[in-house]
C-alpha cells in the first residue's frame, strides 16, 4: 500500500510563489510515475504536471506553461511542484497521484486521472487578487 502526504500549500498574493511537496511511503517510489492534478470548486480535477521515474516530465501547457515545474528526489521519496507567477485562477486543491504501472507509454496515460493507482488527501493553494 502507498501514501502519499502532500504538504506546501496555502494563501500567497499574485505573483508570488509556491513550492509543494508530496512524500510516499509504503512502495517503490522511484519506480513509479508520479502526478500533480489541481480542483477548483465547482470544476473537474484537473492535469497539471507528471514526472516519470527517470525524470522525463509533462505539464499542461495550457494552464500552467512556463510557471509551474515538476521534480523528484527518488532518495527523499519526494515529488515537488514549483509553483511562480501565481493567479488567482490556480487557486485550487492541489492532489498528487502515483501510477505504479511504470508503463512505457505513461506520457499518454499520465494526464488521466483514472491512469493513477494512489492518491493523496490534497493541499489547498489559495491565491489572491
Known amino acids: 500500500q502507498v501514501q502519499l502526504v502532500e504538504s506546501g500549500g496555502g494563501l500567497v498574493q499574485a505573483g508570488g510563489s509556491l513550492r509543494l511537496s508530496c512524500a510516499a511511503s509504503?512502495?517503490?517510489?522511484?519506480?513509479?510515475?508520479m502526478g500533480w492534478f489541481r480542483q477548483a470548486p465547482g470544476k473537474e480535477r484537473e492535469f497539471v504536471a507528471a514526472?516519470?521515474?527517470?525524470?522525463?516530465?509533462?505539464g499542461n501547457a495550457d494552464s500552467v506553461k512556463a510557471r509551474f515545474f515538476i521534480s523528484r528526489d527518488n532518495a527523499k521519496n519526494t515529488v515537488y511542484l514549483q509553483m511562480n507567477s501565481l493567479k488567482p485562477e490556480d487557486t485550487a486543491v492541489y492532489y498528487c497521484?502515483?501510477?505504479?504501472?511504470?508503463?512505457?507509454?505513461?506520457?499518454?496515460?499520465?494526464?488521466?486521472?483514472?491512469?493513477?493507482?494512489?492518491w493523496g488527501q490534497g493541499t489547498q493553494v489559495t491565491v489572491s487578487s
Open positions: 497521484a502515483a501510477d505504479v504501472d511504470h508503463s512505457t507509454n505513461w506520457p499518454i496515460r499520465a494526464r488521466l486521472p483514472r491512469s493513477y493507482d494512489y
Open positions: 509504503g512502495g517503490t517510489f522511484s519506480s513509479y510515475v
Open positions: 514526472i516519470g521515474w527517470s525524470g522525463g516530465s509533462i
